[in-house]
């Protein structure tokens, strides 16, 4: 893909949400239409979410969903990562997790969390290279829970 990308916060519809899951649900391990209702689950994001997007040519390339609202015990937790697989392997998985690092540490959390599937062997790399280190206590079967410790 030779066509710009350009980044946005909290643009998109839960309609464009909804389509960006669906296009790419076959690359989540397991498919997310397995697990939950992408309609539902796209509103969910919608309207409780801080979301980091990707966007080339209008389409809602890539997205990063986070809630940043515990803010007792100063934990946010990233729901969703994807990027559509024609748009893989250019860095818009990374900058959109950098930018909700950045957005986390400047709302006052302490630590990001996030859960992935253990045989999504792509996405753990990228968790592992942007700093999140698996935590240890908490495996339950089939996912990873991983962590990065920002702020102070």
């Known amino acids: 893909m030779s066509a710009a990308v350009e980044y946005s916060t909290n643009k998109a519809t839960a309609a464009q949400i909804a389509a960006h ?3 790419g649900d076959a690359d989540f391990v397991p498919p997310l239409s397995s697990r939950i209702e992408i309609r539902s689950y796209a509103n969910k994001i919608c309207n409780n979410a801080v ?3 990707a ?3 209008g389409m809602l390339i890539g997205l990063v969903a986070a809630y940043c609202n515990d803010n007792e015990a100063r934990i946010a937790y ?3 990562v994807s990027v559509l697989k024609k748009w893989t392997g250019k860095g818009i998985a990374a900058s959109l997790l950098k930018q909700c690092v950045a957005h986390a540490n400047a709302s006052g959390m302490r ?3 996030l859960e992935v599937s253990g045989n999504n062997t792509p996405a753990i790399r990228l968790y592992e290279k942007m700093g999140f280190v698996a ?3 908490y495996q339950p079967s089939g996912s990873r829970h991983f962590c990065l410790a920002i702020g102070e």
Do not use: C, K, M
Request: glycine residues 6%.
């Open 51 to 53: 979301r980091f997007e």
């Open 55 to 57: 966007w080339s040519g």
């Open 78 to 80: 990233i729901t969703s």
């Open 111 to 113: 630590l990001i969390r």
């Open 135 to 137: 935590d240890r206590s």
């Open 21 to 23: 899951l669906s296009d």
